[in-house]
């Protein structure tokens, strides 16, 4: 079936760690997109791509990094200047800019 | 600047009608979308409706545009305690998607 799988499903960090954040979609579309949610709160837009080898900033990019080297893949780094790391993050992709996306499960990140 | 707003609950009886309200900026929008947030999962794409459409209904899911008041609803009938969740509405922004800040739903018996 196609969809978008993130992994894994929860992840812990140790201070001063950087980490990546897996998302892989099988649906042939050429936008992905990396949100931020935190409890009560709407969907933040971190950074998204829309053609491979491409990506843009979105509002919250700071602490932030990613990589588009394929289509199917747009891994995300929280790296240690991300001060507040501990979020939902969730993955989307869609045909191209503006159409309707779909999401992957989350991953939950949390700080030991 | 680009915004989208939402009430922040909803609380209903099951059986009765659920009617979510949001309000957007950019009157440029081609489509507009909600989404529904179960907890701990992502969000699913429930509906959408284009921008030269006043309604449109998809089984117990009607939603209503209002365009000249910027004003987006979606209404449920015979809601049920498995539409517990937040649900989301979106404008299109040029390359990407602007969401609202979600309305949670809790139905009660």
């Known amino acids: 079936d196609g969809g978008i799988t993130q992994s894994p499903k929860y992840l812990f960090r140790k201070e001063g760690q950087n980490v990546t954040l897996s998302c892989e979609q099988n649906?042939?579309?050429?936008?992905m997109y990396w949100y931020r949610q935190d409890p009560g709160q709407g969907l933040r837009l971190i950074y998204y791509?829309?053609?491979?080898?491409?990506?843009q900033k979105g509002d919250i990019a700071e602490g932030y990094s990613v990589s588009r080297e394929k289509k199917e893949s747009f891994p995300l780094t929280v790296t240690s200047a991300q001060k507040n790391p501990t979020a939902f993050y969730l993955c989307?992709?869609?045909?191209?800019?503006?159409?309707?996306?779909?999401f992957g499960d989350g991953t939950r990140l949390s700080i030991l | 600047g680009e915004d989208v707003e939402q009430s922040l609950f909803l609380s209903v009886r099951e059986g009765d009608s659920s009617v979510i309200n949001c309000t957007y900026t950019?009157?440029?929008?081609?489509?507009l979308y909600w989404y529904k947030q179960e907890p701990g999962a992502g969000l699913q794409l429930l509906t959408y409706?284009?921008?030269?459409?006043d309604m449109k209904q998809d089984q117990r899911l009607t939603v209503l545009l209002n365009k000249k008041d910027k004003h987006l609803s979606l209404r449920i009938a015979d809601t049920q305690t498995g539409d517990s969740a937040i649900y989301f509405c979106?404008?299109?922004?040029?390359?990407?998607?602007?969401f609202g800040t979600g309305t949670r739903l809790q139905v009660f018996p």
């Open positions: 979106a404008e299109t922004a040029v390359d990407k998607l602007i």
């Open positions: 649906l042939n579309h050429d936008a």
């Open positions: 950019d009157s440029s929008s081609t489509y």
């Open positions: 791509s829309q053609i491979v080898n491409d990506f």
């Open positions: 409706i284009f921008s030269n459409m």
């Open positions: 989307a992709s869609s045909i191209e800019g503006g159409q309707p996306q779909h």
